[in-house]
């Protein structure tokens, strides 16, 4: 069945440093989601990316989904102590209808 | 979101008891759904729902029931509660209808669920 894999499983950065989590499905996606949950908090969605070799920006996140829609990643430029939370992927196979499938997450922290 | 709210937000329980979990929304949404999250194990999808006359399972769905009662309302039981259902458990809507195609989820605020 559909797997997403998703890693590091956690990272730990000094505040400046450069993050990036990685996710990688057994199968091509039609899309993958991204999603943030703060500590203590419920996941909250990102973004989504759609087309082969996507790139997107939200300030200083950049979201890459893969040539063949098998992966993608998310960096972190410069984190901050506001980044900390698990980043967790979501990917799609088939139809745009269909259910998400979840990475198991990366709890990134970051120290002063 | 305040639009997705779950009860209780916790609950501590004895092996074999049966444990209800609730889940309203007030978005309008026909998709729901019921993850539960355990540290390393990310979100595991239990069960979800397309609509109010579809059910269908999840990764998890072995010693768990749900209930669709209205597009609003959507709960989940453990009939026989042990304690490796130990876990935090979230409930989700989407519309994939909704703006963009993207079919986001919405997560309720979770259920803290311990069984001793």
């Known amino acids: 069945g559909q797997q997403v894999m998703q890693i590091p499983q956690y990272q730990h950065v000094q505040e400046g440093e450069d993050f990036t989590t990685y996710c990688n499905s057994s199968t091509t996606l039609s899309n993958i989601q991204w999603y943030k949950q703060r500590p203590g908090g419920h996941p909250v969605f990102l973004i989504q990316?759609?087309?082969?070799?996507e790139v997107k920006k939200q300030k200083r996140l950049t979201f890459q989904f893969g040539e063949a829609k098998k992966n993608s990643s998310l960096h972190i430029t410069a984190t901050q102590t506001t980044d900390v939370g698990t980043y967790f992927c979501a990917g799609r196979e088939g139809s745009t209808l269909g259910r998400l499938y979840f990475g198991r997450g990366t709890q990134l922290t970051v120290w002063p | 979101d305040a639009d997705v709210t779950q009860t209780p937000r916790n609950r501590i329980t004895k092996t074999g008891k049966r444990i209800m979990l609730e889940c309203s929304q007030t978005k309008g949404h026909d998709r729901m759904y019921w993850y539960r999250q355990d540290p390393g194990l990310g979100l595991r999808l239990i069960y979800y729902s397309f609509d109010v006359k579809d059910i269908n399972k999840g990764e998890i769905s072995d010693g768990y029931s749900v209930s669709r009662q209205a597009q609003a309302k959507f709960s989940l039981s453990l009939e026989s509660a042990i304690p490796n259902q130990t876990a935090l458990y979230f409930c989700?809507?989407?519309?994939?209808?909704?703006?963009?195609?993207?079919?986001?989820?919405?997560f309720g605020p979770g259920t803290r669920l311990t069984v001793l």
């Open positions: 989700a809507t989407s519309d994939p209808l909704a703006g963009g195609d993207t079919d986001t989820q919405y």
């Open positions: 990316l759609v087309k082969s070799g």
